[in-house]
């Protein structure tokens, strides 16, 4: 009897660049609360701060980032990725690159931000990677869009993925949550953690969409996931009848300075 080995973390890692389009036409952002509660924990403005942005996809952070005045510069690992950014953001530099070996000169930052992207990095590397680019007093900013599990609704969809994957959703949400220094075992950084709660609303195909465009969806197969998401749809109508989706997510932030 032969059995399915699950997607390697390098294979869902990759997985974002064949779904670069469809993740930047239908992934969130982040409220401008969040951009203030960032400031506020790292005890300096964006404007006119040098932000080394990592992993950053297709650009979603980067560009709030480059609105609020920063000298922003964005590291990428994923061709199909950076690709879609340089189209978003023509005028932001963009390069190769990972968080496990930035490809940035030493203390060149005021902040390393991390939107959605520091669970793809190993913290033996990454942690001391963004020590080395921070300047002294320098701040490392992650954050994290996820699901308000309190709403009935999202908590009945997120149970609905759980089963699909096996994951238990909930207790996940709550083990990165309840425990910041998860965010770095080896204790060298010490994280204020925030939380900030914001929602959008969008057709329930932009909906489906950005459930889609997530990794463990597009590393299953096609026919599956499509169907997943069919029935998905017909759940969502029955909350939804007018066919617009009310998202609600709760931000979390960690940010840690250097001393």
Partial sequence: ????QPPS???????????????AANRPSYPPALLDAVEELAGRPLAGARVVDVGAGTGIATALLHARGADVLAVEPGAGMAAEFRRSLPDVPVVRGSGDALPVADGHADL???AQAWHWTDTARSVPEALRVLRPGGALALWWNTDALDIE???EAADRSGRFFGVDIAAEKRKAGDRPERADPSGRLSFARREV??????PVDTHLANIGSHSAFLVTAEERSRAFLEEER???LKVFPDGVVEETYDVLLLVATKT
């Fill in 153 to 155: 609704w999202i908590a």
């Fill in 9 to 23: 973390h390098a294979a869902r890692a990759r997985s974002f660049d064949d779904a670069a389009a469809q993740y």
């Fill in 112 to 114: 390393v931000t991390y």
């Fill in 1 to 4: 009897m032969t059995t399915t």
């Fill in 197 to 202: 709660r914001w929602s959008r609303r969008v």
């Fill in 234 to 236: 017909s759940h969502l």
